[in-house]
């Protein structure tokens, strides 16, 4: 409960709630064939695009929507809200672990690109595509439970 006056600290526990948020929402588009089709003919300039995506919806979801939080009073990392880097992080680390635990990038790449231009540095690319995708949802799911609980 937040009183006046007062405003609640970021603790792990606030942490391990984004994990639960950006697990939940990760785990559908980690396996879904659509996600990697999308990220094999997505161009750089999407990609810096979902990250922007996923920016302003972690940021408004942390601070727009929810007006007990006031970033400016909020323990900072380089000048950014603690909160904040946490829950861009759980975002991003929530679908590519789960990606990697899943084998996806091995299973899903390959309906997509002709089997000799697989190689390391393509899967990696089209894995880091696909976790900006995923990660559209992800940051939904994190700043969700945050909030929420």
């Known amino acids: 409960m937040v009183r006046v006056g007062h405003h609640r600290r970021f603790k792990l526990a606030d942490s391990a709630q984004q994990v639960v948020g950006?697990?939940?929402?990760?785990g559908p588009f980690v396996v879904?064939?659509?996600v990697w089709a999308l990220a094999v003919g997505m161009e750089w300039y999407q990609t810096v695009l979902?990250?922007?995506?996923?920016?302003?919806i972690g940021y408004g979801a942390?601070?727009?929507?929810d007006d007990d939080r006031?970033?400016?009073?909020?323990?900072?990392?380089?000048g950014i809200p603690l909160r904040f880097v946490s829950l861009i992080l759980?975002?991003?680390f929530s679908v590519f672990i789960l990606a990697l635990a899943f084998d996806a990038p091995a299973t899903l790449i390959p309906n997509h690109v002709e089997a000799?231009?697989?190689?390391f540095w393509t899967q990696v690319v089209i894995t880091l595509k696909a976790?900006?995708?995923g990660a559209v949802f992800s940051v939904t799911g994190a700043a969700t439970a945050d909030s929420v609980f």
């Open 50 to 56: 979902t990250v922007g995506i996923v920016l302003g």
């Open 90 to 92: 759980v975002a991003y």
């Open 32 to 34: 879904t064939d659509e």
């Open 22 to 26: 950006g697990f939940l929402l990760a």
């Open 70 to 78: 006031d970033p400016d009073r909020e323990a900072e990392l380089a």
């Open 62 to 65: 942390l601070y727009k929507a």
């Open 116 to 119: 000799a231009e697989v190689t």
């Open 131 to 133: 976790t900006s995708i």
